[in-house]
């Protein structure tokens, strides 16, 4: 789970040792969680791309725009960093989000998308750039855009999944 700046090399480190594990051969149960507000998304999702083709994997990746951005801007004003690890702008993590999106939608066969999502302009977004494919699902936090995801199925029917889930800690 890739949600804290601080954690995302030692994550990518575990999920390419399991990747490159014999043992695992022929199981697609790996996945990682990319948070768009962190400004190494775009490249962590093209890096995890590039391991699913090198690793004839594929991988689940969770996009969500992210959990911790209050928690990360304390962090690094704690540490004294000149920067931030995640954009300050909600425009900046929108337009973030979707690049990953199109990423992940660009390494078919390889990452299979799920896009934690509550806003419609990005749920749109997500379906205009799949054009028709099937082969990714929406995520939505229990009890949260039950209007949106109820609007999209009564449009979309059949061609449209959602995951219902309720984080834990």
């Known amino acids: 789970d890739a949600e804290e700046a601080d954690r995302l090399v030692i994550s990518l480190e575990i999920l390419a040792n399991l990747a490159n594990d014999k043992r695992l051969a022929g199981w697609d149960g790996l996945g990682l969680a990319v948070q768009a507000y962190q400004k190494r998304a775009l490249g962590t999702v093209s ?13 689940m990746v969770r996009l969500v725009k992210g959990a911790y951005w209050d928690s990360e801007i304390k962090w690094a004003q704690e540490k004294g960093l000149a920067d931030y690890p995640v954009f300050v702008r909600k425009a900046a993590t929108d337009l973030s989000y979707r690049a990953c999106a199109a990423r ?8 299979f998308g799920q896009f934690a999502t509550h806003n419609p302009r990005s ?29 999209l199925q009564k449009r979309l029917g ?12």
């Open 47 to 59: 890096w995890v791309a590039d391991l699913a083709r090198a690793s004839n994997r594929r991988f």
């Open 123 to 151: 749920a749109l977004e997500v379906l205009a750039l799949a054009d028709g494919r099937t082969d990714f699902e929406f995520q939505k936090l229990h009890g949260m855009g039950d209007g949106l995801y109820d609007l």
């Open 104 to 111: 992940l939608l660009e390494a078919k066969g390889h990452i």
């Open 158 to 169: 059949e061609r449209f999944s959602t995951r219902v889930y309720a984080p834990v800690g």
